[in-house]
């Protein structure tokens, strides 16, 4: 069989093959609720064949949010909501991630199809708040005091057991893209000087305890992920680095964190003369040899060759494949095709296989 077909097992879960379908935010749900589109979105993917099926970013509370149109798990609503698409992607043979976030210094936005900029109070949004008041994008956040960082703790882990409730299978906390978790352990946005800043501990504790909060609320059984921004991809010699990653993927590790996606950027432009096939693969590599960790890898992966041989090469243990999958829904049936692997078609599919 080839190694991109194996089983993965992180505790009590077991994979049917290394393939993810990365999140992907659809600015599609109304009170964070997921919809139609949702089912629709992530069931058709998990009928495409790929193993892990994650959620977009969800946030843990309504101001965590990006734009209204985002998913949330904060309220049982939403479980009720979530619980039909984690049963339709079971049904599938497929399991189910949630990705938790908080948008932080980047939330209080307008849809994509109004560009993205900032909504103002005035315009039915809200204050949107982060490590620092340093400005990101075109966002002027406040500074979080001590009390609302305990807060968003808090949201983290009930959301985390909402996540149990709706039939999650796995949880990631999204630490990367610029966003909350990660406008804490880089010193890019992060100009405390508390417990929450200046040094490696002190700009990673929030992530730490986050982890720590969320471990007590989940079984023991559910491996819980972490998606990281390896690198800032910023020339400011003061940006996180690749040391300062694998110092705190050993430390998550310890914390009990099973896997951890290496992903990139998120406040900072990156060079698109860098993207290229593959382009994160390296950190995720370094972090899985280092740490002795299971690692994802997220970036231009595209082909099933491609896949594989990520797979078979010990540099990764899953492949997080996102726009490719919204081109080819179908992308682990038609990757197994193409290694001469027998696709795990649903039986009303059969004949066109
Ligand atoms: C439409 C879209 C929405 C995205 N939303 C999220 C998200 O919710 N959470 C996240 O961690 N990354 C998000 N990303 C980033 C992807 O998960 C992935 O890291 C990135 O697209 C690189 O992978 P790719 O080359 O396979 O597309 C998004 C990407 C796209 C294209």
């Not at 986050?210 to 972490?226: D, F, H, N």
């Not at 390296?282 to 099933?304: P, Y």
Request: include cysteine; proline fraction near 4%; hydrophobic fraction near 40%.
């Amino acid at each position: 069989m080839k190694a991109l077909f194996s089983s993965l097992q992180l505790r009590d879960l077991n994979l049917k093959n290394r393939i993810v379908v990365s999140p992907m935010q659809q600015y599609s749900a109304t009170d964070g609720i997921p919809g139609h589109w949702h089912l629709v979105h992530l069931g058709s993917r998990a009928v495409g064949g790929a193993g892990l099926i994650m959620t977009e970013c969800t946030a843990v509370s309504p101001t965590a949010m990006c734009t209204i149109n985002d998913v949330g798990i904060w309220n049982q609503d939403q479980v009720a909501a979530w619980k039909i698409i984690t049963d339709f992607i079971h049904g599938q043979h497929a399991k189910a991630g949630i990705q938790l976030w908080h948008a932080g210094g980047k939330a209080s936005s307008k849809h994509p199809k109004e560009g993205m900029l900032p909504l103002s109070v005035e315009e039915g949004g809200w204050l949107p708040m982060s490590a620092s008041s340093t400005p990101i994008n075109a966002h002027f956040p406040k500074a979080m005091t001590l009390e609302e960082i305990s807060e968003v703790k808090e949201q983290f882990a009930t959301a985390a057991r909402n996540a149990v409730a709706a039939g999650f299978d796995t949880i990631e906390l999204h630490a990367a893209h610029g966003y909350l978790l990660h406008q804490f352990y880089t010193p890019l946005t992060n100009k405390r000087n508390d417990q929450y800043g200046g040094s490696f501990e002190n700009r990673t504790r929030l992530l730490i305890e986050t982890v720590i909060e969320v471990r007590k609320v989940i079984p023991a059984g559910m491996p819980l992920l972490v998606r990281l921004s390896a690198t800032d991809y910023s020339d400011d010699v003061n940006a996180w680095t690749m040391e300062e990653s694998l110092k705190l993927a050993a430390i998550l590790k310890d914390k009990g964190v099973d896997l951890i996606t290496a992903s990139g950027g998120g406040l900072v432009q990156v060079d698109q003369s860098i993207v290229k096939p593959g382009y994160q693969l390296h950190m995720a590599t370094k972090i899985r040899e280092a740490v002795q960790l299971s690692v994802g890898t997220v970036g231009m992966i595209t082909d099933g060759q491609q896949a594989n041989s990520i797979i078979e090469n010990k540099e990764a243990d899953l492949v997080v494949i996102a726009r490719e999958h919204l081109r080819d829904p179908y992308f682990a049936l038609h990757a197994a095709l193409q290694l001469g692997e027998t696709p795990d078609v649903p039986w009303q599919y059969a004949r066109a296989f």
